[in-house]
């Protein structure tokens, strides 16, 4: 199962799925509301506990906040993999993740829109969305998905993640992008050896590393298969 983060939704994981689907794996990818870190995680839950058989839970950027809840008790989740993502500890929010190291764009990078209620949905500025968060994508490809993207609430990513985390448990694979400029390359390493997970390195990716470098990112996921059968 694919969880789309922040600023993207499931059609950024068509290269990958291609290639999964090719090589015979049932593939889901799920809807992320980005409403709401733990109503996020309730609703790929659902779905998780629909499938039967072993699964390899799969997020993106904050996608990686919402399946570390989301996979926690559900004894058919064999493997998690992060691609440039976040894995937060209990109490963590993903906003204090991106500000614990330096070198991300994301504060400059963000345009809010106000909603009813006083919360505000949170865009990636297309005047920057190539260079801060899909630099090492085609032009023409980035503005594209710079159109497409789905904003997330302000409170989705200041929520701090509850109850115990699936990373602590479960085998975890994480995908660091060398060259991101919204999650810093040193947070992603610093979660990733927090979490003991096994790390692959695609030096000179963006933060859309799975976009960008698909075969990298099918080859760790389905890594995470075999090891886990």
Known sequence: MLVH???ADGSGFAAIVKRLVADGYPVVAAPNPLRGLSSDAEQVKALLDSIEGPIVLVGHSYGGAVISTAATGN?????????AAFVPETGE???GLVEKFPGST????????????GQVDLYIDPRVFHPHFAGDLPAEEAALLAITQR?????????????????HTIPNY?????ADRIIPPAAQEFMAQRSGAKVQVV?????LVFVSHPDPTVALIEKAASENA
């Open 5 to 7: 983060g922040a600023f």
């Open 75 to 83: 004894p058919e989740v064999k493997a998690l993999v992060y691609l």
């Open 93 to 95: 929010s993903v906003q």
């Open 106 to 117: 994301v504060g400059e990078s963000l345009k809010p829109v106000p909603l009813p209620g």
């Open 151 to 167: 904003p997330a609430t302000g409170a989705a990513l200041g929520e701090p993640a509850a109850g115990p985390q699936a990373w």
């Open 174 to 178: 994480n995908l660091i992008s060398g």
């Open 203 to 207: 030096e000179g990716a963006s933060h």
